[in-house]
């Protein structure tokens, strides 16, 4: 299965890390009551964390380095798009090289973090049944979509098949990719 290449900001990695990895983070606060016991009380999701591995392995490796570096100094959040994860709007907060760097290898790894706001990611039938052997499904796709709760572009484009990015120009007035509103008409192109 070939792969999307990763991306954040304006960088396109020129092949993807060798490992990932996600963790979410959830927020509890613990209450002293009488008697040497505690009460617990569930905040909530409060981020997301993603770590990863990879190595530059050509002729111009380390000046591959250099302008992931450059992102990285850039500051602020970005949009991450990763071939397996949901889009997100990142952090890029740590990028480390894990060797002394050659001219034509460097191994390095990187971490972002998002806030969690949620989302749904559900699977359904197109045509209300399986594709028949040979030809794929064809999605219905109405002019437009309305926002229910905890749903994301990212997921609103897989629903219909289509690329995020077309989704993101057939609605402008999205600034935030990761912010949409419940009740909010999205339209599909």
């Known amino acids: 299965m070939l792969l999307a290449p990763m991306r954040?900001?304006?960088?396109?990695w020129p092949h993807n890390p060798a490992t990932y990895?996600?963790?979410?983070?959830?927020?509890?606060?613990?209450?002293?009551?009488?008697?040497?016991?505690?009460?617990?009380?569930?905040?909530?999701?409060s981020l997301r964390?993603?770590?990863g591995q990879g190595e530059f392995a050509e002729a111009d490796a380390y000046?591959?380095?250099?302008?992931?570096?450059?992102?990285?100094?850039?500051?602020?959040?970005?949009?991450?798009?990763h071939p397996l994860?949901?889009?997100?709007?990142?952090?890029?907060?740590a990028l480390r090289l894990e060797q002394e760097p050659l001219p034509d290898y460097v191994r390095y790894s990187f971490?972002?973090?998002?806030?969690?706001?949620?989302?749904?990611?559900?699977?359904s039938i197109l045509d209300g049944g399986e594709p028949s052997a040979g030809r794929m499904a064809e999605p219905v796709q109405p002019a437009s979509?309305?926002?229910?709760s905890g749903e994301t572009l990212w997921g609103i484009a897989q629903r219909y098949s289509i690329p995020l990015e077309a989704l993101l120009e057939a609605n402008p007035g999205i600034k935030?990719?990761?912010?949409?509103?419940?009740g909010e008409a999205v339209a599909i192109p």
């Open 63 to 81: 000046d591959e380095f250099k302008r992931l570096a450059s992102v990285f100094y850039g500051g602020g959040p970005g949009l991450l798009i």
């Open 111 to 123: 971490t972002f973090q998002e806030r969690f706001d949620g989302y749904s990611e559900e699977l």
């Open 21 to 45: 990895s996600i963790s979410y983070e959830r927020q509890v606060a613990v209450h002293k009551v009488p008697f040497g016991r505690y009460y617990m009380q569930d905040l909530g999701m």
């Open 145 to 148: 979509h309305t926002v229910v």
């Open 176 to 182: 935030n990719p990761n912010l949409i509103h419940v």
């Open 85 to 93: 994860w949901q889009i997100s709007n990142a952090y890029f907060t």
């Open 49 to 51: 964390t993603m770590r």
């Open 8 to 12: 954040y900001k304006d960088y396109i």
